[in-house]
């Protein structure tokens, strides 16, 4: 298996390189914090370096938290990318950020945008949903190491996994604003929770009420608005980014919690 540079370890891309590590590939890794591998893990060797980290790479994954990060990033490892090298982008930047990287790769130099859908624990285990975008070749060349992550969504050319992210995060956070919306207007109305969350499941709002009420994630609340804001779109996403961002002392708690804040009158 050939070398895998891994850059990011927050909540998901710690679980994410210790996954790929498990399956027998060999990881350098990197953080802008370092220190995040607490305890040695077979095949995984942090550095205090991304330029280190990718070197002899033959696959660089990002998994970063914003564009900004993102760009960062890019301006300090570009120039160390042998030809032959296929940086798969895996982070919520939208698809302007993955063309300003793709505009600044050597020649020879792939790029595959391959956002994920899912938390923490599908993370660590498999279960990620991967929205992969970009050439043919590429594509095939890392759906092997995206596989070990998750159920691969073939999404179409460049640029379009990163697309198709904005589109499906904008979706589930209006969606879950929605439900707990409708959670505190049950609590006003003096309806028990059990009945109104009860008949909201068993319809067709039922995985958005999963959602809203769970309690093993952890996408905070500050990477939701985030992502809505690259999402742009009309005026529901931008009320529900408003809302999101009232909340600053929810910011690093996830997506749930902030639910439970509005269901109590917040």
Not at 67 to 75: I, N, Q, S, T
Not at 108 to 137: E, I, Q
Not at 221 to 235: E, F, I, N, T
Request: proline residues 8%.
């Amino acid at each position: 298996m050939e070398k895998i540079a891994f850059l990011g370890l927050g909540r998901m891309g710690l679980p994410m390189a210790r996954r790929l590590a498990s399956g027998g590939y060999p990881l350098t890794v990197w953080n802008r914090t370092p220190g995040r591998v607490p305890e040695p893990v077979e095949g995984l060797v942090e550095v205090a370096d991304p330029a280190a980290a990718v070197r002899g790479a033959g696959i660089v994954v990002t998994m970063l938290a914003d564009p900004a990060a993102l760009a960062a990033v890019a301006g300090r490892i570009t120039a160390e990318l042998a030809p032959g090298t296929v940086w798969v982008e895996m982070s919520s930047v939208g698809p302007a950020a993955v063309a300003e990287v793709r505009a600044q790769l050597p020649d020879g130099v792939g790029l595959v945008d391959a956002p994920v859908l899912g938390s923490v624990g599908p993370a660590g285990t498999g279960g990620l949903t991967v929205l992969v975008g970009g050439g043919p070749v590429d594509v095939e060349r890392v759906r092997p190491v995206l596989e070990r992550l998750g159920r691969v969504v073939d999404c179409g050319g460049p640029g379009a996994g990163a697309a198709l992210k904005l589109v499906a995060i904008g979706a589930i956070v209006g969606g879950v604003a929605v439900v707990a919306e409708a959670l505190a207007l049950a609590g006003s109305l003096g309806l028990p929770e059990e009945l109104a969350s009860g008949v909201l499941a068993a319809g067709p709002l039922g995985g958005l009420v999963a959602r809203a009420t769970a309690v093993d994630a952890d996408f905070p609340v500050r990477l939701a608005a985030k992502d809505l804001a690259l999402a742009g779109g009309g005026p529901v996403f931008g009320a529900v980014r408003e809302r999101l961002l009232a909340h600053p002392e929810l910011a690093e708690q996830d997506l749930a919690r902030w639910v439970d804040a509005v269901r109590a009158g917040g």
